[in-house]
């Protein structure tokens, strides 16, 4: 595709519900992340994926939250029994095709507010 | 202490003036650097990426690097009303792991 995107943009999730977040990286993008933000602060790391392998996931705050990316391509956040806290925007990056350290380009983000 | 710091501003220049943002990391181990700007309420946009010590110029962006006092800076020149918004610096920590700051939030005045 021509962009990293992201579903869905606006999620209001009632305290205690789950939620699933999805990301579609740029075709043929190796790596995936996931990172938080909370307002007026920069993006945190949650998680990272190479392929469908997650190489990294110290980032996640507590074990209600869980990330798969079964075929290498598409990513799930899910988030179980969902707290207040957990209100932040969620953005998904993906990098170069062949991985590494190179520039990260990011979707639109989903705004979860958790009620 | 962060382990990348940057003034939270506003940083208000005049219509037309060279806009400086300013950034220290702490990881001396740092190799990659890169200069993000996120408009309210929408999602990081790459500006510039600088690997080496020294200066990158791309248009009206010039990032400079000076691994030996950790610190990275992008300067706008001619800086327009449309460049206002928040600038993120990140810095890979290790291999893989983008290490933002909180970002500058630019104000250009008219």
């Known amino acids: 595709g021509a962009g990293v995107s992201q579903s869905p943009r606006y999620k209001v999730a009632k305290r205690g519900q789950d939620v699933a977040l999805r990301c579609d990286p740029i075709?043929?993008?190796?790596?995936l992340f996931w990172y938080q933000q909370a307002l007026g602060q920069g993006p945190e790391f949650l998680t990272y994926?190479?392929?469908?392998?997650?190489?990294?996931k110290s980032g996640l705050p507590s074990d209600r939250f869980f990330a798969e990316r079964p075929e290498g391509s598409v990513s799930t956040l899910k988030i179980q029994r969902t707290q207040q806290e957990d209100s932040a925007v969620y953005l998904c990056?993906?990098?170069?095709?062949?991985?590494?350290?190179?520039?990260?380009?990011f979707g639109p983000g989903t705004r979860l507010t958790v009620t | 202490q962060k382990e990348v710091e940057q003034n939270s501003g506003p940083l208000s220049v005049p219509e037309g003036a060279i806009a400086s943002l300013n950034c220290t990391y702490s990881?001396?181990?740092?190799?990659?650097f890169f200069w993000y700007r996120q408009y309210s309420g929408k999602s990081p946009e790459l500006i510039m990426f600088?690997?080496?010590?020294g200066d990158k110029e791309d248009g009206r962006f010039t990032a400079q690097l000076n691994k030996a006092s950790q610190y990275v800076s992008l300067l706008i020149r001619d800086s327009q009303p449309s460049d206002s918004a928040t600038y993120l610096c990140?810095?890979?920590?290790?291999?893989?792991?983008?290490?933002f700051g909180t970002g500058t939030r630019l104000k250009v005045l008219a």
């Open positions: 990056a993906s990098t170069h095709p062949s991985g590494g350290t190179y520039e990260q380009y």
């Open positions: 075709s043929g993008h190796v790596s």
């Open positions: 994926f190479q392929n469908e392998a997650q190489l990294d």
């Open positions: 990881d001396r181990g740092s190799q990659s």
């Open positions: 600088i690997y080496s010590n």
């Open positions: 990140a810095v890979i920590s290790g291999t893989y792991k983008y290490i």
